[in-house]
Every structure is written in C-alpha cells, then in structure tokens.
C-alpha cells in the first residue's frame, strides 16, 4: 500500500495538474509516479525537465532505456521495470533486449560495456575504478556520453528510490525482479 497517494488531476496544484496534462496526453494515459511527483509542483517539474533534456543528449533513447531496466534490477525496483517493459517499444527496445539489459548484457559489446558500468556504479555506490571509465572511452564513449551515462544512472536511482519507498502503485503489467519480462523468450 503506497505511504503517498497518486494525487487526482482534480485535486492537484495549477502548477502540476498543468504538467500532469501535458505528459498524461502525451503518453495516453494517467501515469502513477507522476501523479505521486505530483503533490510537490517542484519537483515534477524538476523532474519533467530532467527528461526532456533527455533528448539533447548523445545517449540513444534505446541505451537509455536498457539502462533503466539495468538499474532498477539492480535496485529491485519493479515499477521502473515494468514501465521500462511497458514504454520499452516506444524507445526501440524488444522484450529480449530489455530481458538482457537487466543482467547488463547486450548483443552490442559499446552497450554492454555501458550496462555493466551502470550495474557497477549502483552495486559500488559510485566507486568504481577509473579503469572502467577509460573502458567506455576506450570503447568509444565520448566524455559527454560519460556525463550523460553517469546523470542516467543518478535519475534512475532517484526514480527506484522514489518508487520503493512510497510504494507507487504499479499502473504497467507488472514485471518482479526474479521473473522474465513477457515476450522476452530468446529463438
């Protein structure tokens, strides 16, 4: 049972039921974890503008999304992995790839690479050896694309953190961290 409630359209600030408008038509549908962000106008906002500038970076929407799901197995935060299996698609990324990415594992050795720095980095909180970050620039990794790598797993953790401890309601098919996404049966 969430500690917080998703907070009603109806009952929200101005300020957050004008955010809660724009993105619940843009993604269809009410989302839960916005509607918990939702009883602080500021920090929906906050994180509403993380995600937008999402896509000024160099990192790809599928690396982004695989390393979402890497993070909240990490973290066992179900309701990011099941939005990550629900919105994963949208991004590119098939039920299989999102299966792998939660053991950090990717056909794409540069993704792979990426997954296992962003398992590393939440198992480690953070202290990991330089050696890995030469890794990605030895793997070609940009220094931009290591600040936007290192800023992904920082939302994620924020986000699993967010959710485990006020209990979100889960509004996606629920995924538990120690059963398969649906779909993701490899040939």
């Not at 056909?107 to 480690?124: H, I, N, R, S, W």
């Not at 890794?135 to 992904?152: K, M, P």
């Not at 979100?168 to 538990?176: S, W």
Request: aromatic content about 4%; glycine content about 6%; some cysteine.
């Amino acid at each position: 049972m969430p500690t917080i409630k998703p907070i009603e359209l109806e009952a929200a600030s101005e300020a957050s039921a004008n955010i809660l408008k724009l993105i619940e038509d843009k993604v269809k549908r009410p989302v839960n974890m916005l509607r918990m962000f939702a009883h602080s106008p500021a920090m929906l906002d906050a994180y509403v503008h993380f995600l937008g500038t999402l896509d000024q970076c160099q990192t790809t929407p599928l690396v982004r999304t695989l390393l979402t799901a890497t993070v909240a197995q990490e973290m066992g935060g179900e309701y990011m992995l099941s939005g990550v299996a629900a919105f994963g698609p949208r991004e590119g990324a098939t039920p299989a790839q999102v299966e792998d990415s939660r053991r950090a594992k990717s056909e794409d050795p540069k993704t792979q690479l990426v997954l296992q720095f962003g398992a590393k980095t939440v198992q480690q909180q953070g202290h990991v050896p330089h050696s890995d970050v030469a890794a990605l620039r030895q793997a070609g990794v940009s220094d931009a694309e290591i600040v936007e790598l290192i800023s992904i797993v920082g939302l994620n953790i924020w986000r699993n953190l967010f959710n485990m401890i006020l209990e979100t309601p889960n509004d996606f098919p629920l995924v538990k961290v120690d059963q398969p996404v649906p779909g993701a049966a490899h040939a």
